[in-house]
């Protein structure tokens, strides 16, 4: 028997595809367009958006007969035993593909985006930790771990990760980004590709584009971002990614940008994505963003002319199940309403995929190998070492922490002995196990009250909850000034309550009106001060919050980004001295709860000034973070004031000593000035940055090699640019701390960029005793 050529694995995968492609009928090309969310919810509390409105009945075997493009969520939607659902999964593709006359199975896909989110997965950090650690090698192998772990069962594509720019901390889902600042989120979240994709899972970029930029901090807003906003601040990190990382998927994002939805906007998603960026990969729908083309944003009278708005724009998969791309594609094709070449268009890329991956090779076998362990013993290694390099020590003025080991400590607040505090909204047990609250954790999780008291064992901390996260009641504060009055220093952790929709005080759906701490705590944590003992805050939340109200007022403030499953250990080991602290703020602090949205991206009139009475300065800024050791930077080359050609290099370079008595890491930023351009520009902004670990008396030479790249901004006419002028480049601590300064001007005619612009800064990192 002849083997059909698209069988063949010897030929490209292209010819494969140009092969199968004429061979199917136009019901078995449209089923690759689609995922089928098997078990999902259609009354009460759902995962997703609106999701009881959307989802719709199928027949299974009936739906199956002609293939199928994903399943959607198989270990995500429900608790389910890894090792069962992997097998469970095997039979559902093994029947997929007989039913089917080519025999193709689906691609599985899950939520990846601070581990698998599947029970008994390991629960890492949230994205906004991984910016806090600065340290991207770590965040590619925490995820190459993810990626095999899905890969264990059966899993092809990951939904991770989030590359939106946080334009305003009011919003919920900051937890789920890397930061506020483009280069950050483009260095981690490039990583977070490197290693998913080095596993085999396909790594899908989100939201693309415009996401975090939602009037109001409301979730799925209008966009109103300006045309150089979008292109100099929303999109870079997509563009790192796709170029440095190697990512084969992109989802549109739910949200509109002056009118036009993402997932209707062929410029976005056809004319930028694959004509000038080249990408090749499949564009997915954020999950029902086709049909709400319809119900949400009114730009499609009917599912059909969603499904032809989506396919024309270049979204070639509709997630989570079918809806616009089943029935109602299939009749407008037959009426002649929707080209067929739409529809081959995307199936090619589907097929393309499916054919990488192995799908459409006859020894093509689904069986899970190998024992299944989604929590292992490394796994939690590289969460508990992510955390501890993501806590970040804002303050600390007299020296407080770290704490003695026979301290009498009040460990006071709702977030210190409850486990789902260190974990954000798509963490399994916050996303999904509070729908099913007869099942357990599945992973172990200790408590910050739990760790402290492991971790200081002559402390006799005593403990007390003093509120709730976010009810009213201040009941339990008696008992908290009690047990403060008890103690030598109280340690108060407060912070968030991850959740969806309004479920919780952090996570998709839940937005914030101010940046005031939810409920009565900043009530309780005043409360505390007055005792007169000292207080150290300790914060687990999903965003930042205003703290000026206690500035000056307590001993110590320690921040933690839910820090996922080893955080507990983590956040206790740097208030016993065990961890050196090292996080560095992806976002900003702010002094007071309002005058937002504001980042630190700031140009001259975003910052502060006599012409009115608000004054913006965050209470800590991007970047500031302290440690238990000193560091001192010497023998820095950078020159005087020079000259250099717009296509040149520079080269920038500085000594770290570690000159305390424990080991630390101190993050080397380098931040770029530019004094005058054609349009305005942010006051400072990232642009390279090295984590260097030192052991006490050790030192590092860390050299930046500044490329006019990375000054390019988009002009007037809308093209990027490297214009001649005036730079600074500065060496520091923070956005808001220098500690050298090296100018140079760049001569030359203007120089256009194109596709292969150089997107990060070079550095090199040499001992020096």
Partial sequence: MTTAPWRDPALPAAARVDDLLPRMTLEEKTAQLYGVWVGAATDGDGVAPLQSEMTTDYDWDELITHGLGQLTRPFGTAPVDPALGAQALARAQRRIADAGRFGIPAIAHEECLAGFTAWQATAYPVPLAWGAAFDPALVEEMARRIGEDLRSVGVHQGLAPVLDVVRDPRWGRVEETIGEDPYLVGTVGAAYVRGLESAGIIATLKHFAGYASSAGARNQAPVRAGVREFADVVLP???????????????????????????????????????????????????FGIGFLQTQHRVAGTEAEAAHAALSAGVDVELPTLRCYGKPLLEAVRAGAVPESLIDRAVHRVLLQKCEL????????????????????ANRAVARRLAQESVVLLDNPDGLLPLAPDTRVA???????????????????????????EVPTGVDIPTLLESLRAELPDAKAAFAEGCGVSDPDTSGFEEAVARTAEADVCVAVLGDRAGLFGRGTSGEGCDATDLRLPGVQAELLDTLVATGVPVVLVLLTGRPYALGRWEGRLAAVVQAFFPGEEGGPAVAGVLSGRVNPSGRLPVSVPRVPGGQPWTYLQPPLGLRADVSN????????????????EFVWEDFQGGPASEMDTDGTYDVSVTVRNAGDRAGAEVVQLYLHDPVATVTRPDVRL?????????PGRSSRVTFRFHPDLSAFTDRSGRRVVEPGALE????????????????????????????????????????D
Wanted: charged share 20%; net charge negative.
């Fill in 729 to 768: 480049l500065r060496l520091a601590v923070s956005s808001a701390d220098v500690r050298h300064t090296s100018r140079l001007t760049l001569t030359g005619p203007v120089r256009v960029l194109g596709p292969d612009r150089r997107l990060h800064c070079e550095t090199e990192v040499s001992g020096v």
């Fill in 614 to 629: 608000l004054d913006p300065t965050p209470l800590y800024a991007f970047g500031h973070g302290r440690s238990y050791t």
């Fill in 237 to 287: 990190p997509f563009e790192m990614a796709l170029r440095e990382g190697g990512a084969r998927s992109v989802m549109a994002a739910y949200t509109d940008t002056d009118g036009v939805p993402a997932s209707a906007d062929p410029g976005l998603l056809t004319g930028l994505l694959r004509e000038q960026w080249d990408f090749t990969g499949t564009v997915v729908a954020d999950y």
């Fill in 411 to 437: 460990v006071v607040g709702p977030r210190a002995a409850d486990a789902l505090a260190m974990l954000g909204c798509y963490s399994f047990p916050s996303h999904v196990l509070t729908q099913h609250p």
């Fill in 687 to 695: 642009i390279g940055y090295r984590r260097l670990e030192l052991e």
């Fill in 358 to 377: 192995g799908l459409l090779d006859e020894d093509w076998d689904p069986e899970p190998a190998g024992r299944i362990n989604l929590d292992s013993t």
